[in-house]
């Protein structure tokens, strides 16, 4: 990674030293304000706050009431906090598939145990079908794939949404993995539709595929998808916003989040059946609304403005994030920096004890968190840099994705990757270091006043190839 001398001093200088306003703000969060917030967010009342559910909305309407308490101003269309989106929850529909393919060795006819994901019914009749493997797909543009028939062996995650976006007719996977049914899924209609994708345990099709060469092959496709089943629905990510005070830097931003919603109730029985999600994500939750109750008793306001926010669906595919990001509530051009909080309470991270020290995504993505040490460190927390490739890999897992995507510097911070209770049922808000907390979410909040009293911008890393797609 490639920093100047001037960008290190003018990160330092910027904060050089907190001012006794700055300082008594930061003492505002402390140890039992965070674990208040976290104790009801993760509750068994709120039922692991499941897209949708009421669980979720009661969390929505609980940060909307801590924004408030914070002095932010709301900036929703109707003059709340709450920006409500429109979903719906599409399932498959149970019978009425019928896939045959023909041309091979043997015809094929496929018609159970399909697990389709599609928005919409769909008839194709002597439809050519086009294998494709990782390296063909690494190697295709969109124009490649578009209106193809697709069969995979497997389905490479680094191709799943290369695919999507792909607009090919129908991608069939041969899965290994027996298709346990068509679970619901979040749609935003407002998004493009994505071409349909089945996904079927059949070592008939594996075998019938498994010796063709990539491209063209001499099967044809008759298909026939039955519409999905639509539930709507209505959820709402939490908005709230802290003006800047300098006349041209205030239409500027630094945008700081967390994903309040989790996953549920396990369907299996047992005597805890509920996931409370202490950790991932009521501690980055949390931290936002301890951050915001923080920084909205400053006597003198930041340069840039903060937008504080809270999303709903991450879990379910980064929906609430995404649903903002083709939505926003602010210039997103306006934006120079993104920071996403996720797992800041669980210090048992699996490569030891996380003590005083943050985690970011795509650490060498950006000068972002170059510019953020300075403040981190005075407030006695660290940069803890993992190996590139973990840091990497963690960067395309969180609602950061939906800012970077829009060209906006924006990493996930957190203190842990990888931790026990992990989308476990045992998440609760008791195993959090509630003491190791408040000294870092004080360092993260006088990271965030770094950036927005900062005239200089974070910038993508255009010498690392993976960030450099996202410098627009």
């Known amino acids: 990674m490639k920093f100047t001398i001037s960008l290190l001093l003018c990160a330092s200088m910027a904060f050089a030293q907190a001012t006794a306003d700055q300082q008594a703000a930061l003492q505002r969060i402390t140890a039992n304000s965070l674990k208040g917030d976290v104790a009801f967010l993760a509750s068994d009342l709120l039922e692991g706050r499941d897209t949708p559910s009421a669980g979720l909305n009661i969390a929505a309407e609980f940060i909307a009431a801590q924004f408030r308490r914070a002095g932010l101003e709301p900036i929703a269309p109707d003059g709340s906090y709450l920006q409500t989106a429109s979903m719906v929850v599409q399932t498959s529909a149970p019978k009425g598939h019928r896939i045959s393919l023909r041309g091979g060795e043997k015809d094929i006819v496929l018609d159970e145990g399909l697990l389709v994901r599609n928005e919409a019914a769909l008839q ?212 120079v920096a993104s920071l996403s909080l996720e797992q800041i309470g669980r210090t048992d991270e699996e490569k030891g004890p996380a003590i005083k020290s943050v985690r970011f995504t795509g650490q060498d993505f950006s000068d972002l968190p170059t510019m953020m040490r300075p403040a981190l460190e005075a407030a006695g927390v660290k940069i803890e840099l993992d190996d590139s490739e973990r840091s990497a890999s963690f960067f395309a897992r969180s609602d950061n994705v939906s800012f970077a995507e829009k060209g906006i510097p924006a990493h996930t911070l957190c203190v842990a990757y990888v931790y026990p209770d992990y989308h476990g049922l045992a998440d609760h808000w008791d195993k959090l270091d509630y003491t190791n907390m408040e000294t870092v979410v004080r360092g993260i909040t006088a990271g965030l006043l770094s950036l927005a009293d900062n005239t200089a911008s974070p910038k993508w890393n255009k010498d690392n190839p993976a960030a450099a797609r996202f410098a627009k």
Do not use: C
């Open 124 to 335: 194709l009749k002597e439809e050519i079908v086009w294998k494709f493997d990782a390296e063909s797909l690494r190697k295709s543009t969109p124009a490649e794939l578009k209106d193809k028939v697709i069969v995979l062996e497997t389905l490479p995650m680094q191709a799943a949404r290369q695919l999507q976006q792909s607009a090919a007719k129908l991608i069939i996977i041969a899965s290994r993995m027996p298709s346990r049914g068509a679970a619901g899924r979040i749609v935003d209609k407002s998004r493009p539709s994505y071409g349909p994708i089945v996904s079927v345990e059949s070592a008939e099709l594996r075998d019938a595929i498994h010796d063709l060469p990539t491209g063209r092959t001499q099967m044809l496709a008759d298909i026939r998808l039955a519409a999905p089943e639509e539930k709507p629905f209505q959820a709402s990510n939490v908005v709230g916003i802290l003006r800047g005070s300098d006349p041209e830097l205030s239409n500027t931003f630094v945008l700081v989040s967390a994903h309040y919603d989790h996953l549920g109730i396990s369907p299996r029985e047992g005597a805890d059946r509920i996931f409370n999600g202490a950790n991932d994500d009521a501690s980055g939750t949390a931290s936002v609304i301890e951050a915001a109750y923080a920084l909205g008793a400053l006597k003198q306001r930041p340069k840039r403005s903060i937008v504080f926010m809270a999303f709903f669906g991450e879990e379910k595919g980064l929906i609430g994030s995404r649903y903002f990001a083709g939505h926003p509530l602010i210039a997103l051009d306006k934006a």
